[in-house]
């Protein structure tokens, strides 16, 4: 399942790489013996990623125990990158465990059978049938309508 997706890129978003360019200048004091420096300029210089890399990444930040500030979470894209990885690898690993065939020709209710509807006159009950108050509004509505206007005429 997952073995057809070793070996297999994917390009990395310029967003993605614009953060991470971010996070590599705001580390402040890092060298290149720092963990996650000599990741950070690769994944900027390569511009593409393979599923064994977004592994890695995955596998660094769940197994990371220091703090946020720290320089190597930092330098390997903190929050965004990390969701950006793991949204990435659901997203491949969704994709093979659907068959080919099934990914677009299945629609809903497919194979469900079609519904005969023959008696749609007897579904509503006729004591529910729905009834309407609005002539007898239209009608007191007009009535009152030509009193106000008689009395309007005879104050002017």
């Known amino acids: 399942m997952n073995k057809d997706l070793y070996g297999q890129k994917v390009p990395i978003p310029e967003d993605v790489l614009k953060y991470?360019?971010?996070?590599?200048?705001?580390?402040?004091?890092a060298s290149e013996t720092t963990?996650?420096?000599?990741?950070?300029?690769?994944?900027?210089?390569?511009?593409?990623?393979?599923?064994?890399?977004?592994?890695r990444i995955k596998n660094w930040f769940d197994n990371f125990e220091g703090h946020?500030?720290?320089l190597p979470y930092i330098l390997n894209g903190g929050?965004?990158?990390?969701?950006?990885?793991?949204?990435?690898?659901?997203?491949?690993?969704?994709?093979v465990r659907l068959p080919k065939e099934v990914k677009s020709t299945v629609l809903?209710?497919?194979?469900i059978k079609k519904h005969e509807k023959n008696n749609l006159s007897n579904m509503n009950r006729p004591s529910k049938s729905h009834y309407s108050n609005v002539d007898n509004y239209n009608i007191q509505v007009t009535e009152n309508l030509k009193r106000i206007n008689d009395l309007i005429k005879k104050l002017i």
């Open 35 to 55: 963990e996650g420096y000599k990741r950070n300029e690769d994944l900027r210089d390569k511009k593409e990623i393979t599923y064994q890399q977004l592994k």
């Open 108 to 111: 809903p209710n497919q194979f």
């Open 20 to 29: 991470l360019e971010q996070c590599h200048d705001s580390a402040k004091g």
């Open 79 to 95: 929050h965004y990158v990390k969701n950006w990885v793991n949204k990435t690898l659901n997203s491949m690993r969704e994709n």
């Open 68 to 70: 946020e500030n720290d």
